[in-house]
């Protein structure tokens, strides 16, 4: 897969305010996708952020599933370091028929809008 495919689910992960840096993808030799990046634990809508990302990507529906997960991962904190530099977060999507762009649409229908906007994110 091009990394031109990446493209539109990459400006739109750049945009959700907690998520910070670079954002890394690959694709594996069978068409099976990733995306890796940051989340700024700090952000006062970090935990926001996960949670959002984490209904529509692992549990958007009990009988429909997307074939994503989104999820933490880490070196060992023993020899690194903290959250704060050493936690990142995957999408990984197990079925090539689904396009990061069918992502990032699923994204943008669902999270808040639009998403750069800190008061959309404001939940009471």
Same mark, same amino acid.
């Given at each position: 897969?091009?990394?031109?495919?990446?493209?539109?689910?990459?400006?739109?992960?750049?945009?959700?305010?907690?998520?910070?840096?670079?954002?890394?993808?690959?694709?594996?030799?069978?068409?099976?996708?990733?995306?890796?990046?940051? *989340?700024? *634990?700090?952000?006062?809508?970090?935990? !926001?952020?996960?949670?959002?990302?984490?209904?529509?990507?692992?549990?958007?529906?009990?009988?429909?599933?997307?074939?994503?997960?989104?999820?933490?991962?880490?070196?060992?904190?023993?020899?690194?370091?903290?959250?704060?530099?050493?936690?990142?977060?995957?999408?990984?999507? !197990?079925?090539?028929?689904?396009?990061?762009?069918?992502?990032? #649409?699923?994204? *943008?229908?669902?999270?808040?809008?639009?998403? #750069?906007?800190?008061?959309?994110?404001?939940?009471?």
């Amino acid at each position: 897969m091009d990394n031109r495919a990446f493209t539109k689910l990459i400006e739109y992960l750049e945009k959700i305010p907690a998520i910070r840096g670079a954002i890394a993808n690959g694709t594996e030799t069978d068409g099976r996708w990733w995306v890796k990046f940051e *989340i700024d *634990i700090e952000h006062q809508f970090a935990w !926001h952020t996960v949670q959002e990302l984490g209904h529509v990507l692992n549990y958007m529906s009990l009988e429909e599933r997307l074939p994503t997960t989104f999820h933490p991962v880490s070196p060992p904190p023993y020899m690194n370091g903290g959250p704060e530099e050493f936690l990142s977060w995957v999408i990984e999507c !197990h079925d090539p028929r689904f396009k990061p762009g069918t992502c990032a #649409e699923w994204l *943008i229908g669902r999270l808040p809008n639009p998403v #750069e906007d800190l008061e959309q994110w404001a939940t009471e």
